[in-house]
């Protein structure tokens, strides 16, 4: 039997995965309790983020927002899923806390945990990101290089004109290409 992967397949087997991962936050597991954060974590995964690249606090200064989640997890084995909570900042101010979690699909082996933070480029993909519960895709490159752990997004050059993405703090191994549906749901506003 051959099975032939069309968009509409794709497209399918992802939302599937990201209704298994909202089904699995809802149940709070240990994982998730030992993926717990809180605000201090979030300032402190910021400040490191800046100390990571001379570009980095460039990029900060011209963001107008940063979502910053300080302990992310990734796992998957041909078919995976993603989870964090983490906070969204302006002006260093705290505006609230967010979810992300989805499904990846994609020749992929391993488990990893990381820092990731988003630096939200325009208003209108902020005000996206804080009202809607929309999946988005893209693609995921991870792979070892000198002992080291490196997950690489891949975009579309209009996603990088809105939100600069840098992974971070990489533990574990996860060796892979994938194609992630991610969706981004904000929990609480302050």
Same mark, same amino acid.
């Given at each position: 039997m051959k099975i032939t992967l069309t968009p509409f397949l794709i497209v399918f087997l992802l939302n599937a995965c990201t209704n298994l991962s909202e089904q699995y936050n809802s149940t709070r597991t240990q994982v998730g309790d030992d993926l717990t954060v809180n605000l201090n974590d979030g300032r402190q995964t910021l400040n490191l983020a800046d100390q990571l690249g001379v570009g980095i606090p460039k990029i900060r200064a011209k963001s107008i927002a940063q979502i910053v989640f300080p302990k992310a997890i990734k796992a998957g084995l041909f078919v995976g899923g993603n989870y964090s909570e983490g906070f969204i900042f302006r002006n260093s101010k705290p505006l609230g806390r967010i979810r992300m979690s989805g499904g990846n699909l994609g020749p !992929?082996? =391993? =488990? !990893? !945990?990381? *820092? /990731? @933070?988003?630096? @939200?480029?325009? &208003?209108? %993909?902020?005000? &996206?990101?804080?009202? *809607? %519960?929309? @999946?988005?895709? /893209? =693609?995921t490159l991870s792979y070892a290089k000198d002992g080291n752990s490196i997950t690489t997004l891949i975009s579309t050059q209009d996603d990088l004109a809105e939100v600069h993405t840098l992974i971070f703090n990489q533990t574990g191994y996860l060796a892979g290409i994938t194609l992630d549906g991610v969706q981004y749901s904000v929990i609480e506003k302050y």
């Open positions: !992929q082996i =391993g =488990g !990893q !945990q990381y *820092s /990731q @933070v988003m630096y @939200v480029m325009t &208003e209108a %993909k902020l005000n &996206e990101l804080l009202n *809607s %519960k929309a @999946v988005t895709f /893209q =693609g």
